[in-house]
């Protein structure tokens, strides 16, 4: 296993403030982090990532939740709503079911709005006001909706989604109306509407807060530092493979940039890093497409299909971020069918754990990696749940039991329960 350069310590350019700054993936250019508005390189315009002359140490951390992590992130605190410190939910049965040694569930649907978001918006929206902008916007299959709509409603910031117009599930929808969000339907998939987000913030009209900016990923790297954490609270050792759905595949750069930072300060060995396994629906797989192919960029999809709506993307922008993470861990991807994904909702649910289907997708591409030998009998593994259960309900009720009409006495209920045992 090799990890990129950045494992190691770096030294400060002039443009770091407090130790923290921006710098270009490609061309290493580096910026000052608040002095402008940013979210790729201005020289040669690549995926900018936020950089520390310090990486913080797990011994480091105090509290609980996202700013438990403060000396990891690039602000000391923000707009919080108590987001993080979700649930590590252990499955033995599960783990016997697929044939591992260790199988913990991360369930990040526990967050305030359902979903892992709220870590990237706490940090994101805090970014935005030291920036000083008065409107936020995203492109969304409908989580990072409700979420900025949340952060943003609670910072007195106006809000901006647009999305895929028939595309997004009822109840994400219902959460961004409800914080006040301004709701622009549009005629196109997810990608589509990313497009005029960006455009819109390239003519200042907004603050992009899609994972394209640097600064949303460190509020989703402590999903990483979490499960580490706790990890090893329980089991002494750390998971030897995360499992994780891929939609734009902002988790995937992040945790890896997580682990990289846990390696510089000597927290973690570079054979102690976990597999980033990526999980893609089949309908919407280049992420995948390349990892197969040994690619080095990814090629767009442009028409994508999933029942898993919140990875029902075609071109993730993380990809250059996100195809080292899962190489130089060890990883790998896979592509599950949408039957799959809803059989491994329901196995979920029977274990108590109640996740939207793009979530389930990541306990659907364990399952599929160790019937073909891929994920060995011998491994400890974490399968990350990114949504609720209440996200799709509509998904979860065509995956779960039909209600059964009884008469309104006893005896009809008795009779019924008889019958139909």
Not at 31 to 50: I, K, N, Q, S
Not at 64 to 82: E, F, H, K, N
Not at 245 to 251: F, I
Not at 309 to 316: E, V
Request: hydrophobic share 40%; aromatic share 4%; glycine share 10%.
């Amino acid at each position: 296993m090799t990890l990129s350069p950045t494992a190691e310590a770096p030294t400060p350019p002039s443009a770091a403030e407090d130790g923290v700054w921006l710098s270009c993936i490609d061309c290493e250019a580096s910026f000052a982090p608040f002095d402008a508005v940013r979210y790729t390189c201005d020289d040669c315009g690549g995926l900018l990532e936020v950089r520390y002359a310090s990486p913080a140490s797990l011994s480091d951390f105090e509290g609980s939740g996202v700013w438990r992590y403060a000396d990891a992130l690039p602000l000391d605190g923000g707009v919080s709503i108590q987001e993080g410190a979700t649930p590590l939910y252990r499955v033995p049965d599960l783990a016997d079911d697929v044939g591992v040694e260790t199988l913990r569930i991360k369930h990040e649907g526990m967050n305030p709005t359902g979903s892992f978001k709220d870590r990237g918006m706490t940090v994101g929206v805090a970014v935005a006001r030291e920036l000083g902008v008065d409107r936020l916007a995203c492109a969304s299959t409908g989580n990072t909706s409700a979420a900025l709509a949340a952060y943003g409603s609670r910072a007195g910031m106006e809000t901006l989604v647009l999305l895929p117009a028939g595309k997004v599930a009822a109840g994400k929808v219902a959460q961004a109306s409800l914080h006040g969000a301004r709701i622009l339907e549009v005629d196109g998939n997810f990608d589509a509407c990313l497009d005029l987000v960006q455009a819109l913030a390239d003519r200042g009209e907004a603050y992009l807060l899609n994972s394209l900016n640097p600064f949303r990923l460190e509020g989703q790297k402590t999903i990483g530092l979490e499960i580490l954490e706790r990890f090893r609270a329980d089991h002494g050792t750390f998971p030897n493979r995360i499992v994780l759905p891929v939609g734009n595949a902002g988790n995937t750069a992040a945790l890896y940039k997580a682990f990289r930072e846990l390696v510089a300060a000597g927290d973690l060995a570079v054979d102690e890093v976990p597999k980033l396994t990526g999980v893609q629906a089949e309908g919407a797989a280049p992420m995948v497409e390349a990892i197969e192919n040994g690619a080095d960029e990814i090629r767009r999809w442009d028409d994508v299909e999933t029942r898993a709506t919140a990875i029902r993307i075609g071109n993730p922008v993380n990809a250059p971020k996100a195809l080292p993470g899962i190489r130089e861990t060890g990883g790998t991807a896979v592509a599950v069918s949408d039957v799959e994904i809803t059989d491994a909702q329901r196995d979920l649910a029977e274990a108590g754990i109640g996740v939207e289907p793009a979530s389930a997708a990541s306990f659907a591409g364990l399952r599929k990696l160790r019937d073909d030998g891929v994920v060995g009998e011998d491994e400890q593994i974490v399968c990350l749940t990114t949504g609720h259960l209440l996200k799709d309900p509509d998904a979860a009720a065509a995956a779960g039991t039909d209600p059964e009409p009884v008469p309104s006495d006893l005896e009809g209920v008795l009779d019924h329960l008889a019958e139909q045992p």
